[in-house]
C-alpha cells in the first residue's frame, strides 16, 4: 500500500507525522498502541492522537481497547476479528472468516477474549 496515494486519496495532507505513523502501522503484523511505538516516534503525544483520530475519521486505521486499558490501531484494510487473551493480553489477528449469521448487520470489529494456548499449557 502506497502512503502518498492512501493521502491523497483521503484529500489530506501528507505530513511527516503522519507519514511516520503510517509507515509504523503499514509494517505491524498485528495491532499496535502508542506505548509499542512512541520510541520510534519524533512527534509529541497530542500529535500521535490527533493525527490517529483523523486516520479513524476517514477510515484508514480501525481500532480497538484491549484487556490493559490501551487503544490499539492498525491498517483497515480487510475486516477480521481479534482474539485477545485475559491472561497475558496478547492481541492475535484471526484471519478465517467467522461466520455470525448477522443479516443486514455491518460488522465493525468482533473482539474474541479467551485464554490462548501459551497460557494454557502453563
Do not use: V
Not at 484471519?95 to 443486514?104: E, G, P, R, V
Amino acid at each position: 500500500m502506497n502512503i502518498e496515494k492512501l493521502i491523497n486519496e483521503k484529500n489530506l495532507k501528507l505530513t511527516t507525522a503522519r507519514k511516520a505513523i503510517l509507515e509504523i502501522l503499514m509494517s505491524s503484523n498485528k495491532p499496535i498502541c502508542y506505548d509499542d511505538i512512541k520510541s520510534n516516534l519524533s512527534m509529541d503525544k497530542a500529535t500521535f492522537y490527533r493525527n490517529i483520530t483523523k486516520f479513524e475519521d476517514e477510515h484508514i486505521i480501525s481500532s480497538f481497547e484491549s484487556n490493559d486499558k490501551k487503544r490499539y490501531y492498525e491498517i483497515q484494510n480487510n475486516p477480521h476479528a481479534h482474539f485477545i487473551c485475559c491472561k497475558c493480553s496478547n492481541i492475535e489477528c484471526i484471519s478465517q472468516n467467522i461466520d455470525f449469521n448477522l443479516a443486514k448487520h455491518e460488522i465493525d470489529n468482533i473482539i474474541i477474549k479467551g485464554i490462548c494456548p501459551e497460557c494454557l499449557d502453563k
